[in-house]
């Protein structure tokens, strides 16, 4: 049986999980599925916390109603509903700054992470105390390329990025690079050959760990606080999510 990956774009852009599903695709295994997914709702991109907390009804709600994946990929930099994903799912979710940073840790003494937006530097801050990375993470840069301009002129995302990664690598004295959003995927083999140090992407980095995950047979744990949500009522917009699958 090919094992079957879901990777949600959190954000309601269709172009962008276009990208995001063709490069998982093109690191998943040979008997691997990969099927992108789009929100029914929340923002056109994910640049602050108010779109992220209003990204998350509509990730869950397609975790909630697709019961043919083994395992979800979560295609946003800042890891949006993470822990109540994993509540709702039964199955094994990856946040791809998560597997981005902890794939990082594993290649070098230290990291940079490389973002769009300045005001979501903060965030990406915060994720790497949340996984215990901090110390492991030397600096975070923005390049203040709107998440929606990412893919417009390819090439002048490339040199952009480029850029910044070689400031960030000169600065801060790492020995790797993560880039800090979906939109940046594609790129990290391009940008491995001009910086001689690794790049890594959350995209490809969560795809493969969620492959290895269900090759593995582990499912996360459905206990304590992870254990699915109690049923309750709830109102208005959100009344059927009161209902758990």
């Not at 593995?216 to 459905?222: D, G, M, N």
Request: overall charge negative; some cysteine.
């Amino acid at each position: 049986m090919p094992i079957r990956i879901t990777v949600i774009n959190p954000n309601t852009t269709q172009s962008m999980t276009d990208l995001i599903e063709a490069e998982a695709r093109r690191l998943a295994g040979p008997d691997t599925v990969v099927t992108g997914r789009t929100p029914s709702m929340g923002p056109a991109s994910i640049e602050s916390h108010y779109d992220e907390a209003l990204a998350v009804p509509g990730l869950l709600e397609i975790i909630r109603e697709d019961d043919e994946a083994d395992a979800f990929v979560l295609a946003c930099f800042g890891d949006p509903g993470l822990d109540a994903a994993r509540e709702a799912a039964s199955r094994p979710v990856v946040g791809i700054a998560e597997a981005a940073m902890k794939v990082a840790s594993l290649l070098g003494r230290s990291f940079s992470v490389v973002t769009t937006m300045s005001r979501t530097v903060g965030r990406a801050w915060d994720l790497t105390r949340t996984y215990g990375l901090e110390r492991q993470c030397a600096g975070v840069h923005a390049c203040d390329i709107p998440v929606l301009e990412l893919d417009e002129d390819r090439d002048h995302t490339y040199a952009v990025i480029l850029s910044f990664a070689k400031a960030a690598l000169a600065e801060d004295g790492s020995d790797a690079i993560v880039l800090g959003c979906a939109g940046m995927a594609g790129l990290p083999e391009l940008l491995t050959e001009q910086l001689g140090v690794p790049v890594v992407d959350g995209v490809a980095a969560g795809t493969v760990l969620a492959e290895g995950l269900v090759r593995l047979r582990l499912r996360p744990s459905t206990t304590g606080e992870l254990a699915p949500p109690p049923a309750k009522a709830y109102t208005g917009a959100l009344r059927s999510f009161g209902r758990i699958p």
